[in-house]
């Protein structure tokens, strides 16, 4: 068990996660809500670049997929609930004001448990709300001029759902992994790509400082720009060794908004902190309020599937994987998905305890040698519906393991030569001539040969050394590529070494 290392002050963090939905539509208008890899402002119209006198009406899908999200993170679904104006004065935000909600959000309650610093602990959430992404500013320095700003209006009123945690975590370990959970339950719902290179799923982290023992809470600061898991990581530590200083030299916190720099691993102040009061909300006399009935929210509930943590629970006691194994397979719900589409298809042809080992080997493929190729560029991680190997393909590489045509070793071959070209394992076996010898003739006459060649190994041996035995064995599996056992190894050249 490692727990985080004791601070000199009592850490505490907060975090606002915005996450972009995945509706066909903006949040207000019809235009397409694609806006990644879309030549600039052709996803506009009049309502979405906040032309006078338009008037907004609610995407349907979005009000669904933020209550399906509340629903799997066990919120309370009131009855009422209302848009309202957000008021503020930045170039990217097309009317002057922003469609949030302020009181009456769509999600109350609820949480998420996650595992950090050696424990399980649950973070609870204090709301989740809907609104609408601002457009994109896009600053320029090049030929054309210095520091200028461009603006794309395609990303402005893509739904957004805002996901506001209580002040629960007590380490940039935990809300990382905060992060890696909330991420994981969006995508195994399908509200979400939550991508967050490409904006989709964009954190800003509150973090205070106070002495331990103390109930009272200290003087957050605001630290927005984090752009992967690690950046979240960073920014929070570097925070939490910034406000220590200060107080440490006798300094106050003053409660400000800070951005992460990543070349720099710094947070810069960027304002001081408005309150609510600064943004006049006021409810949005262009929309109707929402009426959520009891029979809505059982109908959404409905349509969830199973969760990461019951889908991960499920894997062990069904095909008795381990704890471990299980939630690796769990950490995307494509993987739990290709585990499954795998073991339906090993599972034929066998009954009782063969059914499970041909599903931990499945499942030891998967998070083993197949995660490892998936992986193989660094920073990338290619997704199952880019790759040739299908579950097709693992179930039969783990049963002509099982039945002896090939051994262990060469199926690791076998599986690189799938990925890198889609054939079917027996196919390869055939194409390549990878069956395993089960000729003892051929395996003795190779075992000859590496005896013949190796004196000094087989002296060792024969003089007493039994461990001298491995290196021979190497020797003849290398020879045959593999395609003998180290048992069957072993034994041709003991029968010779004893005789
Ligand atoms: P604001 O009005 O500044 O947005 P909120 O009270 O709405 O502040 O809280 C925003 C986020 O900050 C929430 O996630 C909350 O848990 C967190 N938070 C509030 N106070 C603190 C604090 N003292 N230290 C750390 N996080 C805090
Ligand atoms: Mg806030
Ligand atoms: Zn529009």
């Not at 190994?457 to 180290?486: C, H, N, S």
Request: aromatic share 6%; glycine share 8%; hydrophobic share 40%.
């Amino acid at each position: 068990m490692t727990t985080a290392a004791r601070t000199e002050y009592e850490v505490v963090i907060g975090l606002e996660t915005h996450v972009q939905l995945k509706t066909e539509s903006k949040m207000f208008c019809p235009c397409s809500s694609a806006y990644f890899d879309t030549d600039p402002n052709t996803h506009a119209c009049p309502v979405c670049m906040g032309m006078p006198g338009m008037l907004p009406v609610i995407n349907r899908k979005a009000v669904e997929y933020t209550i399906l999200a509340g629903l799997a993170m066990g919120c309370t679904i009131p009855e009422y609930s209302k848009f309202d104006r957000k008021n503020y004065p930045y170039p990217d935000l097309m009317k002057g004001y922003q469609i949030s909600q302020f009181d009456q959000p769509l999600c109350l309650g609820g949480g998420l448990e996650i595992e950090a610093d050696g424990e399980t602990r649950y973070v609870h959430l204090e709301r989740i709300h809907l609104e609408e992404d601002t457009a994109r500013s896009l600053h320029r320095n090049d030929g054309i001029g210095e520091g200028y700003t461009l603006l794309d209006v395609n990303r402005a009123g893509v739904p957004l759902m805002e996901i506001v945690t209580t002040p629960d975590m007590r380490s940039a370990a935990q809300a990382v992994a905060y992060m890696r959970k909330l991420r994981q339950v969006i995508r195994s719902i399908g509200v979400g790509d939550a991508d967050m290179e490409k904006g989709g799923f964009r954190c800003d982290a509150n973090v205070s400082l106070r002495p331990w023992g103390s109930e009272t809470l200290g003087a957050k600061v605001e630290v927005k720009n984090m752009n992967s898991f690690r950046s979240v990581q960073r920014a929070i530590e570097t925070e939490i060794v910034r406000q220590t200083a200060i107080l440490n030299a006798g300094g106050t916190i003053v409660q400000e908004t800070r951005g992460f720099v990543d070349a720099t691993g710094e947070t810069q102040s960027q304002r001081s902190k408005e309150g609510a009061h600064d943004y006049r909300y006021f409810p949005e006399p262009d929309l109707p309020p929402l009426k959520i009935s009891t029979a809505e929210v059982d109908a959404l509930r409905a349509r969830l599937p199973e969760l990461p943590d019951a889908r991960s629970a499920r894997f062990e006691s069904q095909y008795g994987l381990t704890t471990a194994t299980a939630k690796l397979l769990n950490e995307t719900h494509e993987e739990a998905d290709a585990f499954e589409a795998t073991t339906r298809l090993t599972a034929e042809g066998a009954t009782g305890d063969a059914v499970l080992a041909r599903a931990r080997a499945a499942a030891n493929w998967i998070i083993g040698d197949l995660a490892r190729l998936r992986r193989a560029e660094v920073g990338a991680e290619r997704a199952w519906d880019e790759i040739p190997v299908t579950p097709a393909h693992i179930a039969e590489l783990v049963k002509i393991t099982e039945d002896g045509t090939i051994t262990g070793t060469t199926a690791k071959q076998v599986l690189d030569v799938a990925f890198e070209t889609g054939q079917m394992p027996s196919a390869i076996v055939a194409e390549r001539g990878l069956a395993q010898v089960k000729d003892s003739a051929e395996i003795d006459r190779v075992a000859a040969a590496v005896i013949e060649a190796n004196p000094k190994p087989v002296a060792d041996y024969q003089g007493g050394k039994a461990t001298a035995i491995q290196f021979l064995v190497g020797q003849v599996m290398r020879e045959l590529k593999g395609r003998a056992d180290a048992t069957g190894a072993a034994e041709a050249l003991r029968k010779q070494l004893d005789a």
